[in-house]
């Protein structure tokens, strides 16, 4: 019997990691034409205690390979406690132009939510696009944008996100973890069920933001202004919605820097995974949890002789293949091959930081940006 569910478990861990790889495959990879750029964006960045992170952001958005008139810079002030605001108003001095700074009036438990929302009422543009102040965009960020937008009718584009300045076994764990994620949305888009979407690379037209009543329906929960207003724009019309899978449109940030930092993290994530509506995510999740239980539970199985070794192994061999393969293919599109070597040492140790942020998340609240988020 334990067989029976054990193999039932990997046969369809198998098959959805293996639909997601042929969903990546589908998603084509974007070429950047030379068409004059078109489209005006209102770029939106909440912030909170920022001044780290800035600098390097605002002279990444300074450097952007686009006219400086089709594009304004929202960034929203999350009752900052340092001197973000003084930096923001340093390079508006040294030239960045079109800068707008909102203090942020939080009217619910998702300051980041209420943030957005804020100033997109604010936005000149039709298309909003937002980012992190912790990120750094690319030069050809928004010609890539502009060079989808022109060549369809699309109204919500989802972009990749990346890891730089890796150093650290830790760091290196964060990508192959990213790498997954990345490679689950781009699958997702893919099979045509997109589910996953980041905030950090997101753009979408305000009129669709106003149709789709914005973030009604999520703001209790303190994260996930990315997935549920994709999840929102897939059930109200799915050929809305686009997957820009090109390095040319790829923003950067860097991997949490301890393990605390990871945890409040993972449990952030958690905190928004309970209440998805889409079908597909809600079975992925479920998918994905039974597998990582089901390598921990074989382990105390097999010392009673329940199940032999070499079925376990079997299994184990079966999950790290078909992870590999969806992690090396997003890996290649990311040019972040450097971390694959981690991999072994990473993918035995997944299930257990997994099932450990699953079983704390039921009681454990979460602190970010300086803010404590109760369970």
């Known amino acids: 019997m334990v067989f029976i569910i054990a193999i039932s478990i990997t046969l369809a861990y198998l098959f959805l990691i293996g639909v997601l790889v042929y969903g990546f495959v589908k998603v084509p990879k974007f070429k950047l034409d030379d068409a004059p750029p078109k489209t005006a964006f209102s770029i939106i960045v ?15 958005i300074k450097d952007l390979d686009y006219p400086a008139d089709l594009y304004e810079i929202i960034l929203i002030d999350d009752s900052s406690e340092d001197h973000s605001v003084r930096i923001i108003k340093t390079f508006i001095e040294n030239g960045l132009k079109h800068v707008t700074i909102l203090k942020n009036k939080v009217k619910s438990t998702s300051p980041k939510k209420d943030a957005i929302s804020k100033a997109i009422k604010n936005a000149k543009y039709d298309w909003v696009i937002t980012t992190d102040a912790d990120c750094r965009v690319p030069k050809l960020w928004l010609k890539s944008f502009d060079g989808i937008i022109q060549k369809s009718n699309l109204r919500l584009i989802a972009a990749p996100v990346n890891y730089y300045d890796i150093a650290s076994f830790l760091d290196r764990f964060q990508t192959l973890d990213l790498l997954s994620l990345m ?5 997702g888009f893919g099979i045509k069920e997109p589910f996953l979407a980041n905030g950090a690379n997101l753009a979408y037209q305000k009129a669709l933001f106003s149709e789709l009543s914005g973030f009604e329906g999520s703001t209790e929960i303190a994260s996930g202004d990315d997935v549920f207003l994709l999840q929102k724009a897939v059930k109200y019309n799915s050929d809305d919605v686009f997957y820009l899978k090109s390095i040319d449109a790829t923003v950067e940030t860097k991997p949490q820097r301890n393990w605390n930092q990871l945890v409040s993290q993972r449990l952030r994530w958690a905190a928004k995974s309970t209440s998805y509506k889409s079908f597909f995510a809600i079975l992925t999740g479920i998918i994905v949890l039974l597998m990582n239980l089901l390598i921990i539970i074989l382990i105390p199985i097999i010392s009673f002789g329940i199940l032999s070794l070499n079925d376990f192994i079997y299994i184990v061999l079966i999950k790290c293949c078909v992870d590999f393969l969806l992690i090396f293919k997003t890996s290649r599109f990311l040019n972040q091959e450097s971390v694959l070597p981690s991999f ?9 930081f997994t099932m450990y942020i699953i079983s704390i998340s039921f009681y454990k609240g979460y602190t970010w940006k300086g803010r404590t988020f109760k369970k």
């Open 344 to 352: 072994l040492v990473s993918s035995l140790f997944y299930p257990f």
């Open 183 to 187: 490679g689950t949305t781009i699958g």
């Open 46 to 60: 909440p912030f909170r205690n920022e001044e780290n992170n800035l600098p390097q952001l605002l002279k990444s």
